[in-house]
C-alpha cells in the first residue's frame, strides 16, 4: 500500500509540474502587443475610417471657406442661340406686317470677382462681346462689345456673413482637428478593453484546461485511494463533481474566447482564419499627474474648449443677423465701364464710348407687428441659454478632469497591490499542494488555494486594465501625452 500510495503522489507531482499549458495552435497565428493593437485599430478599425473621412469633410469644408475669399475668375457664353419665328415687323411707312426671321445670337463674357470681407461686398470685372446674325432676304451682322466693366456691389446696414465666418470658420477647423485627435484617443479606449477582454479570456481558458487535466488525475488518483480505503466515498464523489464542473467551465470558456476574439478580429479587421495570440503589458511606470497641469492643458487642448469659443461666436452672429434683418438697408451698385457697337469685329473694339451705372436700392420696414423685436429677443435669449450651458459644461469638464486624474493616480497602487497579491496567491498555492502531498491537509484547502491563485491572475489583469483605459482616457480628456510630456498633435498631411 505505501508503494501505491508513492506512485500515486509522483503522478499528482508529474501533473502539477504541467500546470502551465497552452490553449493555443502554433498555425497560423500572430502575437500582439497592446500597442500593436492600439496602433492597428487607429489604422484600420472601422472607427479609424469613419473619423478620418469625418474629418475630411471638414477640411474640404474648411478650404471652400478659404476659397470664398479668393479672387474668381469665371468665363460664360452662348454658342449659339438660334431662333426662327414669324414676328410682327413694324416698316418704314408705319405699317406692321407678318414676316419670317432667323436670328442667330453669340455671347461670351469673362468675369473676375472679389469679395471684401470686411464690408461685406464684392468688386468685380468684366469684359464681354455679343454678336447677332440676321439670316434672311436682308443678312448682316451686328456686334456690341464691352471691352472693360468695372463694377461694386456693396450692401449698407445689412448682416455681414463674410465677418462673422472669418471669425467662426478658422476655428471651427481647429476645433474638427482636436476632435478628430480625441476620436484616436477613444479608439485607444476600444481597443484597450478589447484587449483586455481577450487577454482574460485567453488567461481564463489556461486556467480551466489546467483545472481540467489536474481535476482528471485527482480523480484517477482518488478511485485508486478509494479502492484501497485510504479516503471515503464523499471525497471521491467531489473529486467527480470537480472534474465535470472543470470540464464545463472549459468548454464555457472556450465560447467566451470565440467570441472576445472575434468582437477584437471584426474591430481590428483581421482576417478570420488568423488567432491572436495576446502578450501581456509589462510593468506599468510609476508617475504621477499633476491636477493643475491636467486641466491647464485641456483647456488649451481639448476640442470642447474650443468649441465654447464657437458656440458663442455663433450665438453672437445670431443675434446680429437679428438685429440687421427687417430694419433700414441700402443696396449700392456702382459700375463704370466702355462699350461699343459696329458691323464687324474690329470696328466694334475701335474708339469705345464710355458709360456709367449709378444703383442705390432703399428698403425700409414700416410695419411688422413686433416681428422683428421677436427675432431679436429669440436671438438674445438662446445666446444666454448658450452662456449659461456653456459655465456649466465648463464646470463639469474640470470636474471630469479631476476626478480621471485622481483615479490614475491611484491606480497605479492598485495595480501594485494586484501584483503582490498574485505573486503570494502563487507561493501560497506551492506550499498548499506540497502540504496536500504530503498529505497534512484534504483536497478542499487545496481547491481553495488555488481558486484564489486563478482569482488573483485574473484580478492583476483587470488592475492593468484599468491603469491603461484610465491613462488613455486622460489622454482623450487633455490631449496630452504625460509620460512623453508632450502634447498630442495632428498630421493632417498624413490624413489627406
Known amino acids: 500500500m505505501t508503494r501505491m500510495k508513492q506512485i500515486a503522489k509522483l503522478g499528482f507531482i508529474a501533473v502539477l509540474a504541467l500546470w502551465e499549458v497552452t490553449a493555443w495552435p502554433q498555425q497560423n497565428r500572430i502575437r500582439l502587443t497592446l500597442g500593436e493593437v492600439i496602433r492597428i485599430a487607429q489604422v484600420q478599425s472601422p472607427d479609424a475610417l469613419i473619423a478620418k473621412h469625418r474629418f475630411r469633410g471638414s477640411y474640404w469644408q474648411f478650404k471652400t471657406y478659404q476659397a470664398g475669399y479668393k479672387p474668381s475668375l469665371k468665363l460664360e457664353g452662348v454658342l449659339p442661340d438660334y431662333s426662327r419665328s414669324i414676328d410682327v415687323i413694324t416698316q418704314s411707312d408705319g405699317s406692321e406686317v407678318f414676316l419670317e426671321r432667323q436670328i442667330m445670337r453669340s455671347s461670351m463674357n469673362l468675369s473676375l470677382s472679389q469679395n471684401i470681407p470686411f464690408t461685406g461686398g464684392q468688386i468685380y470685372m468684366s469684359s464681354a462681346f455679343q454678336r447677332i446674325d440676321n439670316i434672311g432676304d436682308s443678312t448682316y451682322t451686328s456686334y456690341l462689345t464691352t471691352p472693360l466693366n468695372i463694377g461694386l456691389r456693396q450692401p449698407i446696414f445689412e448682416y455681414n456673413q463674410f465677418r462673422w465666418d472669418k471669425k467662426i470658420e478658422p476655428i471651427r477647423y481647429e476645433e474638427a482637428k482636436r476632435t478628430y485627435t480625441e476620436d484616436l484617443e477613444d479608439i485607444s479606449i476600444k481597443a484597450s478593453s478589447l484587449f483586455f477582454q481577450l ?36 471525497e471521491l464523489l467531489q473529486m467527480e463533481l470537480n472534474l465535470l464542473n472543470s470540464s464545463a467551465s472549459v468548454e464555457q470558456s472556450r465560447l467566451e474566447l470565440e467570441m472576445q476574439l472575434f468582437e477584437l478580429k471584426s474591430f481590428l479587421r483581421i482576417k478570420d482564419d488568423l488567432s491572436i495570440e495576446l502578450i501581456p503589458p509589462a510593468d506599468v511606470t510609476d508617475f504621477r499627474i499633476d491636477y493643475g497641469n491636467a486641466i491647464t492643458e485641456a483647456r488649451s487642448n481639448r476640442s470642447d474648449a474650443i468649441g465654447f469659443d464657437r458656440r458663442l461666436l455663433e450665438a453672437e452672429s445670431s443675434v446680429n443677423q437679428a438685429k440687421m434683418e427687417n430694419r433700414l438697408a441700402l443696396d449700392l451698385n456702382v459700375v463704370y465701364g466702355l462699350t461699343q457697337t459696329g458691323m464687324d469685329f474690329s470696328s466694334a473694339y475701335t474708339d469705345p464710348l464710355d458709360e456709367q451705372q449709378l444703383y442705390l436700392g432703399l428698403q425700409i420696414p414700416i410695419l411688422d407687428w413686433g416681428l422683428s423685436k421677436g427675432k431679436i429677443r429669440l436671438a438674445e435669449s438662446n445666446e444666454e441659454v448658450i452662456k449659461t450651458s456653456i459655465e456649466q459644461e465648463q464646470i463639469d469638464f474640470e470636474q471630469e478632469v479631476f476626478l480621471k486624474v485622481m483615479q490614475f493616480n491611484m491606480q497605479y497602487r492598485q495595480v501594485a497591490i494586484a501584483a503582490k497579491s498574485d505573486t503570494v496567491a502563487k507561493k501560497r498555492f506551492e506550499v498548499t499542494k506540497q502540504r496536500y502531498l504530503i498529505g497534512t491537509i484534504d483536497i478542499t484547502e487545496l481547491n481553495i488555494a488555488q481558486s484564489d491563485k486563478d482569482n488573483n491572475r485574473k484580478a492583476y489583469i483587470s488592475a492593468l486594465q484599468s491603469y491603461w483605459i484610465n491613462y488613455y482616457q486622460i489622454r482623450r480628456l487633455t490631449l496630452y501625452d504625460f509620460e512623453l510630456n508632450k502634447r498630442i498633435n495632428l498630421d493632417v498631411n498624413q490624413i489627406l
Open 199 to 234: 487577454l482574460l479570456a485567453q488567461i481564463n481558458l489556461d486556467i480551466q484546461l489546467v483545472n481540467q487535466a489536474n481535476y482528471d488525475t485527482l480523480f484517477q488518483i482518488a478511485q485508486g485511494r478509494y479502492n484501497m480505503g485510504t479516503i471515503a466515498e464523499n
